[in-house]
T-cell receptor, first 113, second 109 residues
Framework: DTAVSQTPKYLVTQMGNDKSIKCEQN?????MYWYKQDSKKFLKIMFS???????INETVPNRFSPKSPDKAHLNLHINSLELGDSAVYFC????????????FGPGTRLTVL | GIQVEQSPPDLILQEGANSTLRCNFS?????LQWFHQNPWGQLINLFY???GTKQNGRLSATTVATERYSLLYISSSQTTDSGVYFC???????????FGTGTKLQVIP
C-alpha cells in the first residue's frame, strides 16, 4: 500500500493555465505538507496543514492555494502558471507537527512551457 | 532562520569504499532526519535521529545535538547508494522543517 500518493506524476502545461496536484496519505497522520524542489535540488517547505488547518505559509505567491478537504488529503491548486513554477512538488505527512518523522510522496514534476 | 549546511557537496566513491557525510546546523533542533533521494527522484527515509546513534545495515547515523551536527556513515558502498543525501531539521518553529543543501553521491563500479 502506498503511504503518501500524489497525482499526477508529470504535468506539462502552458503559461497562464490553472492546474491542481492531489495528495493523499493513508498513514492516519494529522499533518500534511507541500514542498518545492527547484532545479538545483533545493527543497523548501511551502505549506503545512494540521487537521485541515493551515499552519505554515512560507511566503508563497497567492497564485498557490492549498486545500485540505479532510486530514488525509491536501491538494495544491496553482493559478496563472509561470515559467518559474516549473519544479518538482512533493507532498509529505507526519504524525503531529514538525517534531515527528515525515514521509514523502513520489513527487509531481511540473513543467510550464 | 536556521541554516543547515551539508558537506561535502559532491562525492565520488569506488564501489566498496566507506564515506561520512556531515550535516551542520546553526541552532538547536527538535528533530533531525536523513533522506536519500534516488536517481528517480524518490525521497527515502533513512533515519529519524534527534540525538544518539542508529544503525540500519550498512548505514549508520549519529547526531550530537549539543554540538549541532549529524553524521551519516555509509560502509561498503554500492552503486545503488548513488543519489542525493539530505538532512532535514525542525528547530522550534511549529511544524517547520528546513532541509540541508544536500550531498550528491556517485558510486562507480
Amino acid at each position: 500500500d502506498t503511504a503518501v500518493s500524489q497525482t499526477p506524476k508529470y504535468l506539462v502545461t502552458q503559461m497562464g493555465n490553472d492546474k491542481s496536484i492531489k495528495c493523499e496519505q493513508n498513514l492516519g497522520h494529522d499533518t500534511m505538507y507541500w514542498y518545492k524542489q527547484d532545479s538545483k535540488k533545493f527543497l523548501k517547505i511551502m505549506f503545512s496543514y494540521n487537521n485541515k488547518e493551515l499552519i505554515i505559509n512560507e511566503t508563497v505567491p497567492n497564485r498557490f492555494s492549498p486545500k485540505s478537504p479532510d486530514k488525509a488529503h491536501l491538494n495544491l491548486h496553482i493559478n496563472s502558471l509561470e515559467l518559474g513554477d516549473s519544479a518538482v512538488y512533493f507532498c509529505a505527512s507526519s504524525r503531529a507537527s514538525g517534531r515527528s518523522e515525515q514521509f514523502f510522496g513520489p513527487g509531481t514534476r511540473l513543467t510550464v512551457l | 532562520g536556521i541554516q543547515v549546511e551539508q558537506s561535502p557537496p559532491d562525492l565520488i566513491l569506488q564501489e566498496g569504499a566507506n564515506s561520512t557525510l556531515r550535516c551542520n546546523f546553526s541552532d538547536s533542533v527538535n528533530n533531525l532526519q536523513w533522506f536519500h533521494q534516488n536517481p528517480w527522484g524518490q525521497l527515502i527515509n533513512l533515519f529519524y535521529i534527534p540525538s544518539g546513534t542508529k544503525q540500519n545495515g550498512r548505514l549508520s547515523a549519529t547526531t550530537v545535538a549539543t554540538e549541532r551536527y549529524s553524521l551519516l556513515y555509509i560502509s561498503s558502498s554500492q552503486t545503488t547508494d548513488s543519489g542525493v543525501y539530505f538532512c532535514a531539521v525542525n528547530s522550534g518553529g511549529y511544524q517547520k522543517v528546513t532541509f540541508g543543501t544536500g550531498t550528491k553521491l556517485q558510486v562507480i563500479p
